[in-house]
């Protein structure tokens, strides 16, 4: 059999722990025998990074924003504990912030359904997509703490040094102010981003705030979508017979608990953190959750959205078997397959990537899964697999 062949390279960030230690197994198992694939390795690796003083992370961003698409695996996010663990120079920064913020991306999530995992919420049939816009608001906040009784004023002082101020509140005894902000150029990124993921995958996008209350402020994003939308994308949704839907963040969340599911729900900052691991959990599990940073310049990044499995590494460590998910590390890859096809007229590439994805579903709804998956499904699943061993029947199942 001829292997399906490849013109641009995707750009492989590899990363740590027990990610790490699948990552190779399904590239040989379930990738070469069927793509001649070429990548571009990049090892984000905790022990690189701090080799390179993290100019790595740095270069595997500049080399997606050459290529356009990346694959991302886990990697660990250093605290003072892991500074010791693996004896760093330094407290290196999240390398999914630096990549995000090179990119100017914003991070979706969508969870991979499978029929014999009901997700909490009866009506859900299809996956709700949660776009977060990761910038501003209450995350990069300043606050006070009154312990007396005083006036709360905010101020704004322009460029040249002119202000704009509003009173706040006239406390009458001690209280808590904060102040926040966002940005006209974020706000617009994300508006982009949500449109063209939107887009990409033909599925509604829902957006929502608190305008009625928030005059200015929430007022500012709303204005800022409908603007983006009327102007660049109405036509093309249009074209493929798509919408978007505005409505306030009350209503939207009750409603969303009656839809049947299948649209992205845009959220700002503190709603999509809050909402994301909601619909995460109600879904099922976070090993079967996929994530891509979609950049408005038109660059891709695929990811799992769970970390390097820290405590199934140690286990490996020891010797032991591990029943570590790699659904959505295998979702990550043909993620960035089915783009790299689409993105280089290679049908045959994201056709692939269309039938990886159904092998391992089929051999999920066949009762075939690893430990996690076993504990939440209905019917019970027929065998309990290791890693190796889920990995081993997707590949025979691929190759029949
Ligand atoms: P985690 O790696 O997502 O794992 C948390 C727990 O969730 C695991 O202990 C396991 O539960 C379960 N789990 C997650 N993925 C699973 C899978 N594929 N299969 C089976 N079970 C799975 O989060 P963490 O332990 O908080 O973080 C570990 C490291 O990952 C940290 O250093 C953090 O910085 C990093 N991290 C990286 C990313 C990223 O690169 N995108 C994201 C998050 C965290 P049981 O142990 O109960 O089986
Ligand atoms: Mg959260």
Request: aromatic residues 10%; glycine residues 6%.
């Amino acid at each position: 059999m001829s292997k399906i062949q490849m013109k641009t390279p995707i750009v492989e960030l590899d990363g740590d722990e027990m990610t790490r230690v699948l990552w190779p197994i399904i590239k040989k198992k379930l990738i070469e025998p069927f793509v001649d694939l070429k990548t571009e390795y990049y090892d984000l690796g905790i022990k690189k990074r701090d080799e390179t003083c993290d100019q790595i992370t740095v270069d595997a961003a500049n080399a997606i924003k050459k290529y356009g698409v990346g694959v991302k695996n886990a990697t660990i996010t250093p605290n003072q504990e892991r500074v010791d663990e693996y004896d760093l120079k330094a407290q290196w920064k999240s390398p999914n912030g630096t990549i995000r913020a090179m990119l100017d991306g914003t991070v979706f999530r969508k969870p991979i359904l499978v029929n014999n995992i009901t997700p909490a919420v009866k009506s859900w049939k299809k996956p709700i997509v949660v776009g977060r816009h990761a910038y501003g608001d209450v995350y990069k906040n300043a606050e006070i703490k009154a312990k007396t009784a005083g006036k709360a004023e905010i101020v704004f002082t322009d460029k040249d040094g002119n202000e704009t101020r509003e009173t706040i509140m006239e406390l009458a005894g001690p209280g808590i102010i904060q102040g926040m902000h966002n940005t006209d150029a974020s706000i617009s990124s994300f508006a982009r981003a949500c449109f063209k993921y939107a887009l990409d995958e033909r599925i509604d996008c829902w957006f929502a705030t608190k305008d009625t209350i928030s005059k200015r402020y929430d007022q500012t994003f709303k204005l800022i979508f409908e603007n983006i939308f009327e102007k660049e994308y109405k036509t093309k949704f249009e074209a493929v017979g798509i919408s978007f839907f505005y409505t306030l963040i009350d209503d939207v969340v009750a409603r969303m608990m009656k839809t049947e599911g299948g649209m992205l729900w845009a959220c700002k900052n503190y709603d999509g953190d809050v909402m994301s691991d909601m619909v995460a959990s109600a879904f099922g599990s976070l090993a079967m959750m996929s994530s891509v940073l979609v950049s408005p310049h038109g660059y891709f990044e695929y990811e799992a959205a769970h970390g390097t499995v820290q405590r199934h590494y140690y286990k490996h460590l020891k010797g032991e078997k591990t029943s570590t998910n790699a659904v959505a590390l295998i979702f990550a890859w043909t993620g960035a397959l089915r783009k790299r096809g689409e993105l280089d007229n290679l049908a045959d590439l994201s056709d692939f990537a269309d039938r990886l994805e159904k092998t391992v579903i089929d051999t999920i709804e066949d009762g075939f899964m690893t430990g996690d998956l076993a504990s939440i499904c209905k019917p019970a699943a027929k065998e309990v697999l290791d890693s190796a061993q889920f990995l081993d029947l997707l590949a025979k199942r691929l190759a029949d």
